[in-house]
């Protein structure tokens, strides 16, 4: 029931965050590099309370943010 046009946009959003969050975690270093060397699985652990708030914002579909987001 959520819509899905919402939904890309969320994906979108956790993955430009994502981006982000490594490389301000890695200055100087490329962050796709980064990401493809890592090899444990809670390298990224401290990304965890920004998803956690992203979450958050796009529990209510309905909310005003949302439909601002769905209309750009």
Do not use: C
Request: hydrophobic share 35%; aromatic share 12%; charged share 35%.
């Amino acid at each position: 029931s959520y819509p899905k046009k919402l939904a890309f946009v969320y994906l979108d959003e956790v993955r430009r965050l994502f981006w982000e969050h490594v490389a301000r975690e890695n200055p100087g270093q490329d962050p796709g590099k980064v990401i493809a060397s890592t090899d444990r699985p809670y390298a990224f652990i401290k990304f965890d309370p920004v998803l956690r708030n992203l979450r958050k914002e796009f529990a209510d579909p309905n909310s005003r943010k949302n439909m601002q987001r769905l209309q750009e």
